[in-house]
């Protein structure tokens, strides 16, 4: 978890900093939430679409929530998550053709303060795999990864494909997900008042990725939001 710093000119700063993080309690919640801000300043750079970014994120948070039993990650992997989501579509900038491929580009090319070098290349290539060609050795960036790393891209992407998958049309139409797991399935119950149509036949085809993983089948339902419930929602 070492972060890469400017030795020459911070030198006694950055040795209390690691020694802080690695002998104390160190707020990573803090470092994340600051990461995450560094992830909007880069997104709107692009001029990415905020809304569904914000709303994909937060859903590939509920996601990894709610699977933990399953995928066995940690925060760490969280924060890997919830940044490459945010930053899912940021290539679009570039062309929207092949917009996978620009995103991984231009994230492992830009810096994120107390986010070190490896962990970019994972956060680049999860966001990569959010669609397209699931992970393959024939692609030079993963397969330069050590076994658990991709493991860990492998991961993370399926459940962010997923998670793309519920806002399809970026309109926001799903409100909220409950996640609840099975033996052999993740249930999923969509929270809306609007017709899911596109958004389920999105997600039975993205989910093929999750059902390599973890073995699971993805089932989804849907319930219709109340009045009450909207009135409530944050504007």
């Known amino acids: 978890r070492d972060e890469i710093r400017d030795w020459s000119s911070d030198v006694c700063s950055s040795d209390l900093e690691l020694v802080d993080k690695h002998y104390r309690v160190w707020d990573y919640a803090r470092e994340r939430d600051q990461l995450f801000a560094a992830g909007l300043q880069l997104g709107r750079r692009y001029h990415f679409d905020e809304r569904h970014a914000t709303l994909v994120s937060a859903f590939a948070c509920d996601l990894f929530d709610g699977t933990m039993s399953v995928h066995g990650l940690g925060q760490e992997e969280r924060g890997i998550l919830r940044l490459a989501a945010l930053l899912h579509d940021i290539g679009d ?42 992970p393959a050795l024939r692609h030079a960036s993963y397969a330069s990864l050590d076994s658990e790393d991709r493991d860990r891209v492998k991961a993370l992407a399926s459940i962010l494909r997923v998670a793309d998958a ?56 849907t319930r219709v939001a109340s009045a009450s419930a909207a009135d409530n929602t944050p504007s």
Request: glycine share 4%.
């Open 166 to 221: 519920l806002d399809r049309g970026h309109r926001g139409k799903v409100e909220s997900i409950e996640v609840t797991t099975k033996k052999d399935a993740l249930q999923l119950t969509l929270v809306s008042k609007e017709d899911l149509s596109l958004e389920t036949w999105t997600l039975e085809r993205k989910a093929e990725l999750f059902r390599d993983v973890f073995g699971m089948e993805v089932q989804t339902k």
């Open 93 to 134: 900038f570039v062309h929207p053709s092949s917009h996978h491929k620009h995103t991984q580009y231009i994230i492992e090319n830009s810096d994120f303060t107390g986010l070190p070098p490896e962990h970019r290349k994972i956060v680049a290539l999860v966001a990569r795999y959010h669609r397209r060609a699931a």
